[in-house]
């Protein structure tokens, strides 16, 4: 009875666990759900403000283009810059005045310009439409010189008119003179009311929106300036401000450059996200922005849905836990004799697997064994071909190249020997390495014993072989290097070897020594030296990592590298 008792209880547990797991598997089906709703809304709004920037930027760009091409109409008119050149030796030429006045209130009328005036090469205004432009305007361009010496139209940004308060843009085109040789004469200014179209066309949004608007900005010294009327705060162009220092708030990272989606504040510090690009050719950039909090209202309705709906599914999940629970209870005997079975038949062939898997284990460490001996011994052979070869050639360039290669295959021999005589059959002490191979490269490159020094400060780091054999061939190039020619003739020195781990969890080698140095001006990744080459390619792409070289007082190298994750060979 207490048996029966007790596997009740236990299938009570287990059902409990049961419904404990179908309820956080809903929950968290619910939850992904709700986050993949999200995300698509998400998408849905970065897509929307992508297309209305992009659309907006397009139309910027081809008006400022048709503006300018409105002033180049005039620059490049031959017949307008002879009346000029009239009026301009003449002023009582009636003639010449009436038609300039003409072709200006043509172009005022037909291209919607707010007023059209014509200066002289002084910036004084000669001529204007409408007619009644006050003496000493401020609107007269400081830079007319250089309007004048450009030969093409170029647009006044937007500026407040002291006259009147109100903002403009204008188009400045030099008229050019007719006689070769000469410099322009004067300008025709095309002045241009943003309230009209340009204001209207920025603030317009294409779908109905509670917090979405059109910002358009630009950097002014340390500030970013707004141009154009916002929607939740008056008379703000040319006249609000945000210091550059405030890099939370979307315009501020407009005016830095960024371009894409970004989230941050606005000009009223509430949080936003925003799509940002920069208008070609001019100093504007445009910010398509909306509140954070108008974009996650339709998912409220999507929420409260799907809690409806994990709680229906939890109610239902219940049910079904009651009933397998009373079928448990007529199945609970035969049930327990078939589990007992069951079990013993799984323990007999978990042994038996256990049982193969050690042998395969111990078959698989004697073939890498083998492998890493044989490995040796190949390499071995053919340092000694190589030896053989070397004994028939003269060419002392050519010698050179052959001891530079036995010394590099020399360096991923001992790596297959450190291995085949490690315990762990994946990974070496590079300590002890380094420590043989530095042995074994001084010995064979200094001229005289005791005329070099080694001295190493090094840690223990165990390396696996993808990453000791490119660490080995780094070492034999900068230390054969530093032996060959950091100490010419019969100059003694020092050779300093670090090897150690940074606290950001990188691998750091150095290779120091104070010799003669690098030739001034050098770049070890333009160089003729396939040594230094080698050592850049192994290190930025077998490692990923990068080499750095110090040149004060004493030659430094410093490889600098995380070692990847690789999975044990045994």
């Given at each position: 009875?207490?048996?029966?008792n007790?596997?009740?209880?236990?299938?009570?547990?287990?059902?409990?666990?049961?419904?404990?797991?179908?309820?956080g598997?809903i929950?968290?089906?619910?939850?992904?759900?709700?986050?993949?709703?999200?995300?698509?809304?998400?998408?849905?709004?970065?897509?929307q403000?992508?297309?209305?920037?992009?659309?907006?930027?397009?139309?910027?760009?081809q008006?400022?283009?048709?503006?300018?091409?409105?002033?180049?109409?005039?620059?490049?008119?031959?017949?307008?810059s002879?009346?000029?050149r009239?009026?301009?030796e003449?002023?009582?030429?009636a003639?010449?005045r009436?038609?300039?006045?003409?072709?200006m209130?043509?172009?005022?009328?037909?291209?919607?310009?707010?007023?059209?005036?014509?200066?002289?090469?002084?910036?004084?205004?000669?001529?204007?439409t409408?007619?009644?432009?006050?003496?000493?305007?401020?609107?007269?361009?400081?830079?007319?010189?250089?309007?004048?010496?450009?030969?093409?139209?170029t647009?006044?940004?937007f500026?407040?008119?002291?006259?009147?308060?109100?903002?403009?843009?204008?188009?400045?085109?030099?008229?050019?003179?007719?006689?070769?040789?000469?410099?322009?004469?004067?300008?025709?200014a095309?002045?241009?009311?943003?309230?009209?179209?340009?204001?209207?066309?920025?603030?317009?949004?294409?779908?109905?929106?509670?917090s979405?608007?059109?910002?358009?900005v630009?950097?002014?010294?340390k500030?970013?300036?707004?141009?154009?009327?916002l929607?939740f705060?008056?008379?703000?162009?040319?006249?609000?401000r945000?210091?550059?220092?405030?890099?939370?708030?979307?315009?501020v990272?407009?005016?830095?450059?960024?371009?894409?989606?970004?989230?941050?504040?606005?000009y009223?510090?509430?949080?936003?996200?925003?799509?940002?690009?920069?208008?070609?050719?001019?100093?504007?950039?445009?910010?398509?922005?909306m509140?954070?909090?108008?974009?996650?209202?339709?998912?409220?309705?999507?929420?409260?849905?799907?809690?409806?709906?994990?709680?229906?599914?939890?109610v239902i999940?219940?049910?079904?836990?009651?009933?397998?629970?009373?079928?448990?209870?007529?199945?609970?005997?035969r049930?327990?004799?078939?589990?007992?079975?069951?079990?013993?038949?799984?323990?007999?062939?978990?042994?038996?697997?256990?049982?193969?898997?050690?042998a395969?284990?111990?078959?698989?460490?004697?073939?890498?064994?083998?492998?890493?001996?044989?490995?040796?011994?190949?390499?071995?052979?053919?340092?000694?071909?190589?030896?053989?070869?070397?004994?028939?050639?003269e060419?002392?360039?050519?010698?050179?190249?052959?001891?530079?290669?036995?010394?590099?295959?020399?360096?991923?021999?001992?790596?297959?020997?450190?291995?085949?005589?490690?315990?762990?059959?994946?990974?070496?002490?590079?300590?002890?390495y380094?420590e043989?191979?530095?042995?074994?490269?001084?010995?064979?490159?200094?001229?005289?014993?005791?005329?070099?020094?080694?001295?190493?400060?090094?840690?223990?780091a165990?390396?696996?072989?993808?990453?000791?054999?490119?660490?080995?061939?780094?070492?034999?190039?900068?230390?054969?290097?530093?032996?060959?020619?950091?100490f010419?003739?019969?100059?003694?020195?020092?050779?300093?070897i670090?090897?150690?781990?940074?606290?950001?969890?990188?691998?750091?080698?150095?290779?120091e020594?104070?010799?003669?140095?690098?030739?001034?001006?050098?770049?070890?990744?333009?160089?003729?030296?396939?040594?230094?080459?080698?050592?850049?390619q192994?290190?930025?792409h077998?490692?990923?990592?990068?080499?750095?070289?110090?040149?004060e007082?004493?030659?430094?190298?410093?490889?600098r590298?995380s070692?990847?994750?690789?999975?044990?060979?045994?």
């Open positions: 009875m207490r048996t029966h007790g596997r009740e209880i236990k299938a009570d547990y287990i059902l409990a666990f049961l419904f404990a797991v179908l309820a598997a929950i968290a089906g619910g939850y992904i759900y709700y986050r993949s709703v999200d995300k698509l809304h998400r998408i849905a709004v970065e897509k403000l992508s297309a209305i920037s992009q659309l907006k930027v397009s139309e910027l760009v008006w400022r283009r048709e503006r300018l091409a409105d002033g180049n109409i005039f620059s490049d008119n031959a017949a307008f002879t009346l000029v009239r009026f301009f003449n002023p009582r030429d003639d010449a009436t038609q300039i006045q003409s072709w209130d043509l172009v005022r009328t037909h291209y919607g310009y707010d007023r059209v005036r014509l200066l002289d090469a002084r910036g004084v205004t000669r001529l204007s409408p007619a009644g432009l006050p003496p000493g305007n401020d609107e007269t361009p400081r830079d007319i010189s250089e309007i004048l010496q450009s030969g093409r139209a647009m006044k940004d500026y407040r008119s002291e006259h009147d308060q109100h903002i403009y843009l204008e188009v400045m085109t030099p008229i050019l003179s007719t006689r070769t040789g000469r410099p322009a004469m004067g300008i025709l095309l002045r241009i009311d943003p309230t009209k179209y340009l204001y209207p066309y920025i603030s317009r949004w294409p779908v109905p929106n509670a979405a608007e059109t910002l358009l630009r950097r002014e010294g500030d970013v300036l707004f141009l154009n009327e929607r705060q008056k008379n703000t162009a040319l006249r609000l945000i210091s550059q220092d405030r890099k939370e708030v979307v315009a990272q407009a005016s830095q450059g960024k371009d894409g989606i970004v989230e941050g504040i606005d009223r510090g509430r949080p936003v996200v925003a799509f940002l690009r920069a208008v070609p050719d001019s100093p504007w950039h445009l910010v398509a922005r509140d954070i909090s108008e974009m996650s209202e339709p998912l409220k309705v999507h929420l409260r849905l799907i809690l409806v709906l994990i709680c229906a599914l939890l999940a219940g049910m079904c836990m009651g009933f397998i629970r009373w079928k448990q209870n007529l199945r609970l005997y049930e327990r004799y078939q589990a007992a079975a069951a079990l013993q038949e799984e323990i007999v062939e978990r042994k038996k697997a256990e049982e193969d898997l050690k395969s284990v111990r078959e698989k460490e004697l073939l890498l064994r083998e492998i890493y001996h044989r490995t040796k011994n190949n390499m071995q052979v053919i340092i000694g071909f190589l030896n053989l070869q070397s004994a028939n050639i060419d002392e360039k050519v010698l050179e190249l052959l001891r530079d290669t036995t010394g590099r295959i020399k360096a991923m021999a001992l790596v297959h020997e450190k291995l085949y005589q490690a315990k762990n059959l994946s990974m070496i002490d590079l300590k002890d380094t043989d191979l530095a042995g074994m490269i001084v010995k064979s490159h200094q001229r005289r014993p005791g005329a070099i020094a080694l001295r190493m400060d090094m840690e223990s165990l390396m696996t072989i993808d990453v000791a054999i490119p660490c080995g061939l780094i070492l034999y190039e900068l230390i054969s290097n530093a032996m060959k020619h950091a010419p003739g019969e100059r003694e020195g020092e050779i300093r670090v090897l150690r781990r940074r606290a950001d969890g990188e691998t750091e080698i150095g290779v020594d104070n010799g003669v140095g690098l030739p001034e001006g050098m770049d070890i990744r333009k160089c003729d030296s396939l040594g230094l080459e080698s050592v850049v192994l290190t930025e077998q490692l990923r990592g990068r080499v750095d070289v110090h040149r007082g004493s030659t430094r190298f410093r490889i590298f070692e990847p994750v690789y999975r044990e060979r045994i």
